[in-house]
């Protein structure tokens, strides 16, 4: 079965930073897509960036020259590197991937790992 596995969360204090790192295993003929959202209560789950299979990325206004997405094909695995944290990054991060099986293209996601950002 695929599985999409999120790391690197954690506690830092606004200015730190945090790498996550999520890996898609299992049989995959490729990856379409990979992206970090993120949500809190009451809100609706938002993309923080995104990488696809041709190496472009998107990024949410509110990261922009603060986070970057990349990826390690060889690993299925995309990192997002989050600099000068602040408080309001808060959240509980998911990693989504787009996969191609060998019967069916779609959208996994990870179980989602805890950000916080607090002094």
């Known amino acids: 079965q695929v599985q999409v596995v999120e790391s690197g969360g954690g506690l830092v204090q606004p200015g730190g930073s945090l790498r996550l790192s999520c890996a898609a295993s299992?049989?995959?003929?490729?990856?379409?897509?990979m992206g970090w959202y993120r949500q809190t209560p009451g809100k609706q789950r938002e993309l923080v960036a995104s990488?696809?299979?041709?190496?472009?990325?998107n990024y949410a206004d509110s990261v922009k020259g603060r986070f970057t997405i990349s990826r390690d094909n060889g690993k299925n695995t995309v990192y997002l590197q989050m600099n000068s944290l602040k408080p309001e990054d808060t959240a509980v991060y998911y990693c989504?991937?787009?996969?191609?099986?060998?019967?069916?293209?779609?959208?996994?996601w990870g179980q989602g790992t805890q950000v916080t950002v607090s002094s």
């Open positions: 990488i696809s299979n041709g190496g472009s990325t």
């Open positions: 299992g049989i995959i003929l490729s990856i379409n897509s």
């Open positions: 989504n991937a787009n996969l191609q099986r060998l019967f069916d293209t779609r959208d996994y």
